[in-house]
């Protein structure tokens, strides 16, 4: 019988660790509030007290897009089903998310784009993904960097999605 009481008395700390704080894993019936688009920033500020061992590609969320007004652009997304990283028009434009904010950047030649020390490199590869996505090469080349990151994923133009 004691060991059944030592057990009880030895679980009863883990009983509170069950407390999720995550986005979406509200403990009550509530709806989480909408989402806010990343700020949109300069190459120089977003990335200015970052490591350039972290300057990759992030997801954005579907605030940014709206804010982007990106939703029927060229998005590039490191798998078939993720948000993109990257999006860019026939116009030249193009937008990354970096360090948590949107980058806008420049076309400076056909598939390449800049803002600042920050370049971006794009190139279509000759294969497709299992949903018959087009797959992309985006190298990413910013300050402080000793070397470019090389990321494959797929790319949507439009309303194109599998």
Do not use: H
């Amino acid at each position: 019988m004691n060991k059944i009481a030592i057990l009880t008395l030895a679980a009863l700390p883990l009983a509170a660790c069950n407390t999720n704080t995550a986005v979406g894993n509200d403990r009550e019936a509530q709806l989480d509030p909408p989402a806010t688009a990343a700020p949109i920033e300069s190459a120089a500020s977003a990335l200015a007290n970052l490591s350039p061992g972290l300057m990759l590609p992030e997801t954005m969320s579907e605030a940014d897009l709206a804010a982007l007004g990106a939703e029927n652009t060229c998005q590039f997304r490191l798998t078939e089903v993720a948000f993109p990283s990257f999006v860019y028009d026939n116009s030249g434009r193009g937008t990354i998310k970096i360090n948590g904010k949107l980058i806008p950047v420049t076309a400076s030649a056909s598939g390449e784009y800049a803002n600042g020390e920050l370049r971006i490199r794009t190139r279509l590869l000759d294969d497709e993904g299992d949903a018959g996505l087009q797959m992309q090469e985006l190298i990413v080349a910013g300050p402080r960097m000793k070397d470019e990151f090389g990321f494959w994923g797929y790319t949507t133009c439009g309303n194109s999605e599998a």
